[in-house]
Each structure stands twice: as structure tokens, then as C-alpha cells.
Antibody, heavy 118, light 107 residues
Framework: QVQLQQWGAGLLKTSETLSLTCAVYGGSFSGFYWSWVRQPPGKGLEWIGEINHSGSTNYNPSLKSRVTTSVDTSERRISLRLTSVTAADTGVYYC????????????WGQGTLVTVSS | DIQMTQSPSTLSASVGDRVTITCRASQSISRWLAWYQQIPGKAPKLLIYKASTLEIGVPSRFSGSGSGTEFTLTINSLQPDDFATYYCQQYNGYSRTFGQGTKVEIK
């Protein structure tokens, strides 16, 4: 059974860098894209970006200048860095596996609430 | 960027009703569309992928259709567990976009 377990700092100040990590347990690590998705309080889902086992990345154009994703295949982990955060970056951040011919998110992490305050 | 527009934003229905949610893409995405259900405080759950393929374990009262730019999610005989928010999501090979969501409420 595939499980995604994520962690990272939950409280940041404006202009700091958000850093989250997601570990993958079970299943294959290669052959998928591993994405980050966020959800502001009371709002909808926003795709942030993704990476595969070989390090190929895709990013949301609206966040691309501030986002970096990385992969550690030996540890089966992916990481997200989002620089220069503001209150608008507050929300729950999820990691997710893009399976089903890479088209859709079939496994999700538990979510991490990140709050940005001044 | 491909924009996804869902309608309605909110839908009031009763147990046993048949409900339909529509998702429109700003350009053709073939059949690369997925539907998710989200309950407050939980991660989204994949219901349907490639427009009409039911994810394993999802009840057959859920169905999806469409291709190109217009897609629908239908829930036949709404059950109490189905009151939630539903999202569509497109994939074009290098980016992904979600619709804004449709909240299905109890009438």
C-alpha cells in the first residue's frame, strides 16, 4: 500500500522560505510524477509543481519564480521550497502522486498547515 | 495556461437525488480530466480519471463523461456520504489546473 508522509515548519514569517518534505512508503518511486498542491483556508485547490525520480520538473507559471522541488531517490523523498512567503501563501500543503498514466492524483499526503504571519 | 471552470459553485440536493456537475476547459484537453471529492479537513479523494474511468473502490453511482472542453460528473442517488466538495482537474502533459470546486449541500 502506498503511503505519503509529509512534514515541515508550520509557522513562518513574511519573506521567509517554506520548506516541506514528503516521504513515499510502498509502491514504486519511479514512473510517476510527485506533486505539491495547496489549499488556502476555505478555498480551492492549487497545483504548485511536480518532480519525477529523474529530477524532471514542471511548475505552475504563477509560482515558478519562487518554487523549487527536489528529489532524493535513495530516501524516496521529495521536497518543496517556496521563497519570499506572504500571508497569501497560508494554507494546507499536500504532496500527491500523479498516477493513472500521470494524469491524476491517486495518493495524497496527510497535509501540512502552513501559516505565514507578519 | 488552461483554465477550468466548474458549475455550479454550490448545489443543494436531497438524499436520493441525481446531481450533475459541469467542468469546462479553456482549450481542448482530450480526455485528460479527473474528478475528486473532498470532505472538510481531509485530503481530496480521486473518483474518476481519464474523464470516465472509475477509480478502484469508488461506488458505481459516480460516473463521468465528456471530452475536449466539456465534462460532467454525475452522482446517481445521492447518499449522505456524498455531501462534500467536488473538484475537476486537467492534465496537459506539463501543467495541471483544478476547477474552483462545487459544494454539494443538503437541501
Amino acid at each position: 500500500q502506498v503511503q505519503l508522509q509529509q512534514w515541515g515548519a508550520g509557522l513562518l514569517k513574511t519573506s521567509e522560505t517554506l520548506s516541506l518534505t514528503c516521504a513515499v512508503y510502498g509502491g514504486s518511486f519511479s514512473g510517476f510524477y510527485w506533486s505539491w498542491v495547496r489549499q488556502p483556508p476555505g478555498k480551492g485547490l492549487e497545483w504548485i509543481g511536480e518532480i519525477n525520480h529523474s529530477g524532471s520538473t514542471n511548475y505552475n507559471p504563477s509560482l515558478k519564480s519562487r518554487v523549487t522541488t527536489s528529489v532524493d531517490t535513495s530516501e524516496r523523498r521529495i521536497s518543496l521550497r517556496l521563497t519570499s512567503v506572504t500571508a497569501a501563501d497560508t494554507g494546507v500543503y499536500y504532496c500527491a502522486r500523479a498516477g493513472r498514466e500521470l494524469s491524476s492524483f491517486d495518493y495524497w499526503g496527510q497535509g501540512t498547515l502552513v501559516t505565514v504571519s507578519s | 495556461d488552461i483554465q477550468m471552470t466548474q458549475s455550479p459553485s454550490t448545489l443543494s440536493a436531497s438524499v436520493g437525488d441525481r446531481v450533475t456537475i459541469t467542468c469546462r476547459a479553456s482549450q481542448s484537453i482530450s480526455r485528460w480530466l479527473a474528478w475528486y471529492q473532498q470532505i472538510p479537513g481531509k485530503a481530496p479523494k480521486l473518483l474518476i480519471y481519464k474523464a470516465s474511468t472509475l477509480e478502484i473502490g469508488v461506488p458505481s453511482r459516480f460516473s463521468g463523461s465528456g471530452s475536449g472542453t466539456e465534462f460532467t460528473l454525475t452522482i446517481n442517488s445521492l447518499q449522505p456520504d456524498d455531501f462534500a466538495t467536488y473538484y475537476c482537474q486537467q492534465y496537459n502533459g506539463y501543467s495541471r489546473t483544478f476547477g474552483q470546486g462545487t459544494k454539494v449541500e443538503i437541501k
